[in-house]
């Protein structure tokens, strides 16, 4: 584990209760969410605080410094279930993982087609 990743452990742990609670999160002015999906490796349920922004019925994830992160290549290829929390309701929805050169984004359809999520 690098020391980005263990930081990242460690910020999460904060965060995740800020991006958990209406109340707070409006303190990020409301793009923050809680996403939870199962690791395709680990098969562990996974919780973890994102900033985002809507678009309609879908949601973009911009991961910051991919190279150095792992969490997104679970939505590779035809990507993956998750559910979001907004307006403090979990979502369900499908995550697919875009990356263009260096920067790796998590477009997440709310209202998947085949109705998994």
Excluded at 4 to 13: D, G, T
Excluded at 84 to 99: E, F, I, K, M, T
Aim: glycine share 12%; proline share 7%.
């Amino acid at each position: 584990m690098t020391l980005l990743q263990k930081a990242a452990r460690i910020i999460n742990r904060v965060v995740l209760p800020v991006a958990s609670s209406p109340r707070l999160n409006r303190m990020t002015g409301g793009r923050m969410t809680v996403v939870r999906y199962t690791g395709r490796r680990s098969g562990r349920e996974v919780s973890l605080p994102v900033a985002y922004r809507s678009e309609r019925e879908r949601i973009v994830i911009d991961v910051m410094l991919p190279d150095e992160k792992s969490w997104w290549r679970n939505f590779t290829g035809d990507g993956a279930p998750l559910s979001v929390r907004l307006d403090g309701v979990d979502r369900p929805g499908r995550g697919v993982a875009v990356r263009n050169g260096g920067r790796v984004r998590i477009e997440v359809d709310l209202n998947p087609p085949d109705g998994t999520g």
